[in-house]
């Protein structure tokens, strides 16, 4: 399975995934490393690791079409069997998503449908709740509200700030990510029509 991973930030799911790969759990190849953000951290780490990178910067007054645009020519220049998200900080078009029927993914920060969007883990801790999680989904023309692969929780503990709670679910996702992975890899998670199956 042929990745093309976007990222802006940190990239530690990108790095997890990366290792996942290299220790034989993630039956994957990264293709392409894509940033918008040509100081993000995580191309440090995919340039040490000779992994193909790309920095795709929006020019100032650039639509979101044609930035949108921009980059799936760069995407389908690498020819991906899936498009990963991991801390991409940008809401891609409805253009871009047709462009890819079921082949994008994403990784959010608490267990969808709670708290979507920006600073889940704080939305989390605004709201008292007493567990929160990660959630690998493919990604629709929504705000993190498409198809659920699969999640994994964690305890919101008294004491947490948005910087605690973060760690803990920041442990979860790097497991999580790969393991979906795997699974859409093996052919075990598939959609048809707006329906997801587990094989
Ligand atoms: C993660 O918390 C992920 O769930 C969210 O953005 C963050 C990216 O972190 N979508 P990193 O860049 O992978 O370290």
Request: glycine share 6%.
């Amino acid at each position: 399975m042929n990745l093309v991973i976007l990222l802006s930030g940190r990239g530690s799911n990108m790095k997890a995934i990366h290792q996942s790969i290299v220790d034989g759990r993630l039956n994957a190849k990264i293709d392409l490393v894509l940033s918008d953000n040509p100081k993000a951290e995580g191309l440090q780490y995919a340039q040490s690791q000779q992994l193909s990178i790309a920095v795709i910067e929006k020019t100032p007054g650039e639509s979101r079409e044609n930035y949108d645009q921009r980059l799936m020519e760069k995407i389908d220049s690498a020819k991906p069997d899936l498009i990963a998200l991991a801390g991409f900080m940008r809401i891609l078009s409805p253009k871009f998503i047709q462009h890819y029927p079921n082949k994008i993914v994403n990784i959010h920060p608490s267990l969808l449908p709670a708290f979507p969007g920006l600073h889940a883990q704080r939305q989390a801790l605004n709201a008292g709740v007493t567990q929160s999680g990660c959630t690998v989904h493919f990604v629709d023309e929504g705000c993190d509200s498409g198809p659920i692969i699969d999640q994994r929780k964690v305890p919101v503990l008294p004491n947490d700030t948005e910087e605690t709670l973060s760690a803990r679910i920041l442990v979860e996702e790097h497991k999580l990510y790969s393991e979906c992975l795997q699974r859409i890899a093996e052919g075990k998670v598939k959609i048809e029509g707006c329906k997801i199956i587990f094989l």
